[in-house]
C-alpha cells in the first residue's frame, strides 16, 4: 500500500510539474517564446547608400539580442552597431555587445549553396547578412519556411519587414558570401543564469535487451545555494502506468544525490518487452522543479547494430554500447563443437 501511495503522489508531482510548465509559456523570456516570423520592429532600412551590408548586421544583431532577452535590443541601430563594424565596408571580423560576426563564402553549386543557406539558418534563427557582390548588395536572409526564404530587404525601394526572397533585390543564385554570428556570450550568459536543478553525468537507455541490466548512473544537484527535497526515478509504460519507482531518502542538507543510491531498485532487467519512459523527478528548497523523461525500447531480438542496448548522455551523444548478450550463447556452441572435433581427432591416434 505504502508503493502504491508512493508512486500516486509521485504521479502527481509530475502533473503539477507538467501544468506549470504550460501556465508558464506565456511568461518565459523572449529567447523561449519569441516568434521571429512576426516583426515585433526588428526590421531596419540603410540610412544612407552604400550601407546595406551595416544595416543587415544590425537587424540580424538586433534579433539575436531580441532571442537573448536584451531589454536594450530596440537601441541595436546602423549608427550603434557602425563604431565596431564599419571600415569603408562591413569589417568580416567584429564584435558588437559580446556577439562575435563571423564572414564566410557560400559554395559554387547551386544545391550545396541552397543547403548550406538552409542549415545555416537553422542553427542561426537571428538570420544571417547574405551578399550579392554582382549587385552589389546585401539583405538579412531571416528564415527558411515552408519550402521558401524570407528576408528583410534595407533597400528603399522594397517593402519594408520580413518578404518572400523573390520580392527582394538579392537572390539565392546571386549571393556568394554571408556574415552570421558566430559566438554570443549574452546567450551564454543567460543561459548560465537560468540554471536552476541540474542533472549531472546522467546517463539513460535508448534499448535494453530483455534481461539485460543497465546501472544508474549520475546525479542530480540543487539550485545554487539549495538543497534537495524530494528526488524520485521512475519507469513508466506505453499507458502511463508506473511499473517501477524508486525515491530518495533526504535529510534536508543534501545539495547533491546520487542515482546510484536507488539503482538496485530500479532493475530494467526485469523489464517485458515493449516501450517504456525513463523518468527523472525532482524538487530543492528554493521551489525549483526538474522532470526528465526520455522514451526507450525493450527488445527480445539483437538489434540491426548487433547492440542490444545502449547509453546516451542528455546532450544524445553515445556513450556506450554492449554486445549482444545472446551471441554468448552462440560463440559458446561454436567453441564447444570446436572442442569436441578436437577431442574426437585425438581418440583416433590411439
Known sequence: ??????????????????????????????????????????????????????????????????????????????????????????????TYKAMKVRYATLPADQGAKTQALIDLLAAH?????????????????????????????????????????????????????????AEDQNAASAAAQSIELQLVGVTYPVNVHTGSGLSLNGAVSASSGSTLTEVAVLIEDTAGNTVMSASASLTGTESSWSLQQVDDQIRFGTLPAGSYTYLIIAEDAAGDSLCFASSFTVSDGPTADGCYWSVQDPEGAMLQQEAPAAQEPAAESSLGSQVAAFLEGLGSLF
Open 125 to 181: 534563427p537571428e538570420g544571417i547578412v547574405l551578399y550579392d557582390r554582382s549587385q552589389p548588395h546585401a539583405i538579412l536572409l531571416t528564415d527558411y519556411t515552408n519550402g521558401v526564404f524570407y528576408c528583410s530587404d534595407p533597400a528603399g525601394n522594397i517593402t519594408a519587414g520580413r518578404v518572400p526572397i523573390d520580392s527582394a533585390s538579392v537572390s539565392i543564385a546571386g549571393s556568394s558570401c554571408y556574415w552570421y554570428i
Open 1 to 94: 500500500m505504502a508503493n502504491v501511495q508512493t508512486q500516486n503522489r509521485w504521479r502527481r508531482r509530475m502533473a503539477a510539474l507538467m501544468l506549470t510548465v504550460m501556465l508558464l509559456v506565456p511568461c518565459m523570456p523572449r529567447a523561449l517564446a519569441a516568434d521571429l516570423s512576426v516583426d515585433a520592429g526588428f526590421y531596419l532600412k540603410q540610412s544612407r547608400s552604400g550601407t546595406c551590408t551595416l544595416t543587415a548586421a544590425a537587424m540580424m544583431l538586433r534579433r539575436r539580442a531580441y532571442l537573448d532577452g536584451l531589454a536594450d535590443w530596440v537601441d541595436v541601430t546602423e549608427n550603434s552597431v557602425r563604431p565596431q563594424a564599419w571600415a569603408n565596408g562591413l569589417s568580416h571580423s567584429f
